[in-house]
């Protein structure tokens, strides 16, 4: 044991023999030891109150209460009985030493003393006892540090619940919270498409209005300008007659005068060659007959004015459906007929046997003139992408052709070999606003409105198209209105 150790470790020697007492004194206080000393028993119990030494040596035979007792009742009591008991006893002395050693005691130590043993047996019950000391902190604080965690797992159990009710709480709002904006979101969402479909709805409205009020009141001049042709046009076909029968009584009368009177007095010759009587006499009729053409011609174009404007028609009527195709061809024949930039373009009629269909004829006048002039349109455009080489070889054309399709159901077809149209401009077609030509050209209404106005009729309105194949556009219309508001 080093000198360190051994200036720590007290030693207690209880011994009635001063002799005794002196030499291990003697030799334990020169290796290092601090001793203390009791002459026996009772006074080492006594000491025992004040220091508490690392080991003990104890005499056994002693006066008062021997060694073995002062053992006992060190070790009933809680601040000695660690402390190692080393009993010591003489040669000669015969000592139960089983019984010390079941009290208590470590060792036994016999007198007279070999100071090695001495040493070397208190060394080892030192260091056992400091290695039990050791061993008792290390458990104590492992004990303890068992208890702490023991309790830290304890607090985290207790909180465990509430930590789960608190997150199973917080998830539950987090949802709710999440519903709510879903929800919400919805409804903007809604709200958006709702409004999105009154502005479109709007935007229709708008349109047709303008479109309807713009076919009102060129109907209206139409029919202005028809009915204030109307009469003096008539005038001049109704006297158109008597005035050929009133030549032709003048020229017989003519005749007659020269036949009977042979000698045409000079001022009467001179005049009769002058205004070149023979012409005169043979180009009058003629210049009457054509007169009463041209008169007749005025006549019609004012009937398919009528017909077209019908604004007096606000109810649904049987009508002649052949009728509202040529007074819309009359009224575009200025386009069709050609000019100095487009060739003319050809109208080929197929008209099928079709009985009157009631509808409002002013309305579907309106769907012809918008095909019409669609079909117009892509054929001059198609003009300007070909030479004039081109342009000779090809004979432009609208086909118009009409068939009964069943008991209650006609169609009218117009088709052109213009350019056609492609799959994603046939998609659009009959959108609200969708057009291809430049901005101040198209409104692109004509067709949304003519679809509509078909559907209203209880029709249909579909578009046959390719490029380059010309477009086809196809009308079915009940032949009797189904509507009974509509019917007679
Ligand atoms: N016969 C046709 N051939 C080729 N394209 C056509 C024909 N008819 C219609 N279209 C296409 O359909 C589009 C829409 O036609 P729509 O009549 O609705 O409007 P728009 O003619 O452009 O303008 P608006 O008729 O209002 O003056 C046209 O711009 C054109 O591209
Ligand atoms: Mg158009």
Redesign the pocket.
């Known amino acids: 044991m080093n000198s360190e150790n051994q200036e720590q470790n007290i030693i207690l020697i209880v011994d009635d023999n001063p002799t005794n007492l002196k030499v291990l004194f003697d030799c334990l206080a020169d290796s290092g030891f601090k001793i203390l000393v009791a002459q026996d028993g009772e006074d080492a119990i006594e000491q025992l109150e004040y220091a508490l030494p690392d080991l003990i040596l104890l005499d056994v035979m002693m006066p008062g209460i021997d060694g073995f007792e002062t053992c006992r009742y060190l070790k009933t009591k809680e601040t000695t009985k660690d402390i190692p008991v080393i009993f010591m006893t003489a040669l000669s002395e015969t000592v139960d030493k089983v019984k010390g050693l079941s009290i208590g005691a470590v060792d036994y130590i016999t007198k007279p003393f070999q100071h090695e043993e001495v040493l070397a047996r208190i060394n080892v019950h030192l260091r056992l006892r400091n290695l039990t000391k050791k061993l008792q902190e290390n458990s104590l604080r492992l004990e303890k540090e068992v208890k702490e965690r023991l309790k830290a797992q304890q607090e985290l159990l207790q909180l465990t619940p509430e930590l789960e009710k608190r997150a199973e709480e917080r998830t539950a709002e987090l949802q709710q919270a999440n519903q709510q904006l879903q929800q919400s979101e919805a409804r903007y969402r809604e709200q958006a498409k709702q409004l999105e479909i009154a502005f479109r709805q709007l935007k229709e409205t708008q349109s047709q209005l303008v479109q309807s009020e713009k076919m009102s009141s060129l109907g209206q001049l139409v029919a202005g300008v028809a009915h204030e042709i109307n009469n003096p046009v008539n005038f001049i076909y109704g006297n158109l007659a008597h005035a050929k029968q009133y030549t032709q009584d003048l020229l017989y009368l003519l005749d007659l005068y020269a036949k009977h009177t042979p000698s045409t007095p000079p001022e009467i010759q001179e005049y009769a060659e002058a205004i070149d009587l023979e012409f005169l006499v043979k180009d009058l009729p003629q210049l009457l007959a054509s007169m009463k053409i041209g008169a007749e011609r005025i006549r019609e174009i004012i009937q398919s004015l009528r017909n077209f404007s019908r604004v007096d028609e606000a109810e649904m009527k049987p009508v002649n459906i052949h009728e509202g195709l040529d007074s819309t061809l009359l009224i575009l024949h200025n386009r069709l007929k050609g000019g100095s930039n487009h060739s003319a373009i050809q109208v080929v009629k197929e008209y099928g046997d079709l009985p009157l269909v009631e509808c409002y004829a002013g309305q579907l006048n309106q769907v012809f003139m918008?095909l019409i002039a669609?079909?117009i349109?892509?054929l001059e455009e198609y003009d300007k992408e070909r030479t004039s080489q081109d342009n000779q070889a090809y004979c432009k054309q609208i086909r118009i052709r009409t068939q009964v399709v069943d008991d209650n159901l006609v169609s009218i077809r117009i088709a052109?070999n213009?350019?056609?149209?492609t799959a994603d401009?046939c998609q659009h077609?009959f959108e609200p606003f969708?057009?291809?030509?430049p901005v101040g050209k198209?409104?692109?209404?004509?067709?949304?409105i003519s679809h509509q106005i078909i559907s209203k009729h209880g029709g249909q309105m579909q578009c046959i198209?390719d490029v380059g194949k010309g477009?086809e556009f196809i009308i079915t219309i009940p032949i009797r209105a189904r509507s009974p508001q509509l019917a007679h």
């Not at 213009?418 to 149209?421: E, K, N, T, V």
């Not at 969708?434 to 030509?437: A, H, L, R």
């Open positions: 918008n669609n079909a349109d892509a052109d213009g350019p056609g149209m401009v077609l969708f057009t291809t030509k198209g409104t692109g209404l004509g067709l949304s198209s477009a």
